[in-house]
């Protein structure tokens, strides 16, 4: 990537995710604030994921009478652990818009968004200043995130294209990447043209641009949410080539959240397993139990009964929106077709049965 062209990648980095604390710390005559606001789309509970809106700002201030900034050379944010994005309500991004061949990303955000228009889930804004210069702010570029899927730890990916109609004759677009792993959004800021830096930024889950209102979600397990981050400021030294770099943690932030204690919920279980089995003989069936409710459904079971035919299982908990295959062998004592029910209960959750025909030779 260009040297001329770094700048810009710095403020995409640093938007991918940033700005958990509402606390102030001074880094030599610079001072750092970051910000997060979670704004819930409906009821919370305890234990179940719902959709929130997510708005993360960080803002960089010189000291009094400076006239530069540092660089933002790396971030780190613990979001709280309550908080997670959903990859699967989104269509993912599977274009290159820039990831790969840097140069994809260098059009206007419209002709971008145009590759992935059903992947954008979030948009944003940056104020870079020009080798440091606290006079010289360029506070167009535009920021687009993606949905990446997931790694290959299972881990939600974000791609995200900056775009500056202004930095450069013709403007000027330069591509990113972030992903949320346990927790924790690490970015790396890459060298800034002429030692620019970014000042402040702003980034909006959906914003008004985002495909999923359901992206960014949270659930209040404990009634308050912690969140924490530590922003790096380095100052390039020309007679070693390295940075000088100096890291800000915040002190870490609490919001207080209101959680309902949910009630867990059945699907009727789905079943697969052998259609004909001997008298006398156990087949073994895989049911599989998804629970819909906005709880944990605890000591699950399956029993199942029918002509002849009998068996069960134990599955342990399920959580809110997670499916469980639950293996169960059946033994058969009677000829004929056997219309086997496997009934699923948990603890204060309403019992479903789901049905197998079976041959008994």
Not at 196 to 207: D, K, L, Y
Not at 222 to 236: I, P
Not at 291 to 313: F, L, R, W
């Amino acid at each position: 990537m260009k040297r001329v062209s770094s700048f810009l990648i710095a403020a995409i980095a640093l938007l991918g995710f940033a700005g958990i604390t509402a606390s102030t710390a001074s880094a030599a005559n610079e001072t750092v604030s970051s910000n997060i606001a979670i704004t819930p789309k409906g009821t919370l509970y305890k234990e179940a994921f719902r959709p929130v809106d997510l708005s993360l700002t960080a803002t960089v201030t010189p000291g009094p009478g400076e006239t530069k900034l540092r660089e933002l050379t790396n971030v780190k944010f613990t979001l709280p652990k309550d908080f997670t994005f959903s990859t699967n309500g989104t269509q993912v991004c599977t274009k290159d818009v820039g990831q790969i061949n840097p140069e994809n990303a260098n059009k206007p955000t419209a002709a971008v968004v145009a590759e992935c228009p059903n992947s954008v889930v979030a948009d944003g804004t940056a104020t870079i200043n020009v080798a440091g210069l606290v006079a010289a702010p360029i506070t167009d570029p535009v920021l687009t995130l993606f949905n990446g899927g997931k790694d290959a730890n299972g881990n939600p990916v974000l791609f995200i294209q900056g775009y500056s109609a202004t930095v450069l004759p013709g403007g000027h677009g330069v591509p990113m990447k972030a992903t949320l792993k346990d927790g924790t959004l690490d970015v790396a800021v890459p060298t800034l043209a002429a030692n620019s830096a970014v000042s402040t930024f702003t980034i909006n889950f959906p914003g008004a641009t985002g495909q999923d209102p359901n992206y960014a979600q949270s659930k209040c397990s404990t009634g308050a949410w912690t969140a924490s981050a530590v922003l790096t400021l380095g100052l390039y030294d020309p007679n070693t080539g390295t940075y000088q770099n100096e890291n800000l943690p915040s002190a870490p932030s609490e919001m207080t959240c209101d959680g309902q204690a949910g009630k867990g919920a059945f699907s009727a279980p789905k079943v697969k397993g052998p259609k004909s089995v001997k008298k006398g003989k156990k087949g073994t069936y895989k049911v599989t139990v998804k629970n819909t409710g906005t709880a944990i459904a605890k000591g699950v079971k399956i029993a199942a009964s029918g002509k002849g035919a009998s068996g069960k299982a134990s599955g342990g908990n399920i959580a809110p929106g997670a499916s469980k295959t639950i293996s169960v062998k059946v033994k058969f004592s009677k000829k004929g077709t056997a219309k086997v029910k496997f009934k699923a209960t948990a603890s204060k959750v309403s019992a479903k049965t789901g049905t197998f025909k079976v041959k008994v030779k």
